[in-house]
């Protein structure tokens, strides 16, 4: 089975899985990330959107703290 085999499987998945409101936050949401023209997204896109919408409260998680931790991942 290849990762294309698995991810057709998973997204068949959650099509089932979700309603169509559902499908529809999950894409709005998936856009906000700004993923490249091949459709994909990367820590740097997670990032920079975690950045562009920081709260108070989400400074306080560290959120961006770990994603600077496992930035030499990338």
Request: glycine share 2%.
């Amino acid at each position: 089975v290849s990762i294309l085999d698995l991810d057709a499987l998973y997204l068949q998945s959650l099509s089932k899985a979700l309603t169509e409101d559902e499908l529809v936050y999950l894409r709005a949401q998936f856009m906000l990330l700004e993923p490249n023209k091949d459709g994909h997204i990367s820590v740097v896109n997670f990032r920079m959107a975690l950045m562009r919408s920081a709260t108070d409260a989400m400074k306080e998680s560290r959120a961006l703290d770990i994603l600077n931790v496992v930035r030499p991942l990338y």
